[in-house]
């Protein structure tokens, strides 16, 4: 069973700052690596998408990074917002028949003016 | 822009109530999932399906059913809804198994007195 754990589970930056959250996982026969956001009572938005022959991608002030040979991915926040204050979840999916995401629990981010 | 509308953003049932949660996506999806969402334990998979008429069990299926009779929806069942089924219940879609990218509701926040 693929595991996925996030650190830290929490976050609090004061604004401007960079930051970096970190996703880990079991199983390097991953295919894809998705990045979300979730805010307070909301559902799932998708960030960033890493297809499993990428490294990184980058949207605006975010970039994702994915290691497959270490089973890690990150994701950076470059100088941040206090708009940025959410929940941050990243999913593993193998790609197989079975195409299913598997979760981590999150990294809950609160910026701060 | 790809969208899938949750029927409700909040319900409460009582114990007992059979409950049907709705789901609709309208870009064509094959894939369709129904996840709940609790604190500290994340997102863990209900049911999906790959097809019309077609279901998979997830990981927590005890107590739900699912039904998908047209592509465009995917019912969530409670078949008699108990306190333990209070949760924030999440649906999404994506356009193949291999999850290339995924696409949630709002969510449904269901209370169970």
């Known amino acids: 069973k693929q595991e996925v754990t996030q650190i830290p589970a929490a976050l609090s930056v004061p604004e401007g700052e960079n930051l970096v959250l970190n996703c880990s996982f079991t199983?390097?026969?991953?295919?894809?690596l998705q990045w979300f956001r979730q805010d307070p009572g909301k559902g799932l938005t998708s960030l960033l998408l890493?297809?499993?022959?990428?490294r990184e991608q980058t949207s605006g002030r975010l970039n994702a990074s994915l290691d497959k040979s270490s089973g890690r991915s990150t994701l950076y926040i470059a100088a941040s917002q206090p708009g940025d204050s959410a929940t941050y979840l990243c999913?593993?999916?193998?790609?197989?028949?079975?195409?299913?995401?598997?979760f981590g629990r999150g990294t809950q981010l609160t910026v701060w003016p | 822009d790809v969208k899938v509308t949750q029927s409700s953003r909040y319900l409460v049932k009582r114990t007992g109530e059979k409950v049907f949660l709705e789901c609709v996506q309208d870009?064509?999806?094959?894939?369709m999932f129904w996840y709940r969402q609790d604190p500290g334990l994340g997102l863990r998979l209900i049911y999906f399906?790959?097809?019309?008429?077609?279901?998979e069990k997830g990981d927590i299926p005890e107590g739900y059913s699912v039904s998908r009779e047209k592509k465009e929806r995917f019912s969530l069942i409670l078949e008699s809804a108990s306190t333990n089924q209070t949760s924030m219940y999440l649906c999404?879609?994506?356009?193949?198994?291999?999850?290339?990218?995924?696409?949630f509701g709002q969510g449904t926040r269901l209370t169970v007195v």
């Open positions: 999913a593993i999916d193998r790609g197989s028949t079975l195409g299913r995401l598997y």
């Open positions: 890493i297809q499993s022959s990428q």
């Open positions: 999404a879609s994506s356009l193949d198994r291999g999850l290339l990218r995924a696409f």
């Open positions: 870009m064509d999806h094959e894939n």
């Open positions: 399906s790959y097809d019309v008429k077609m279901k």
């Open positions: 199983d390097s026969a991953i295919y894809n």
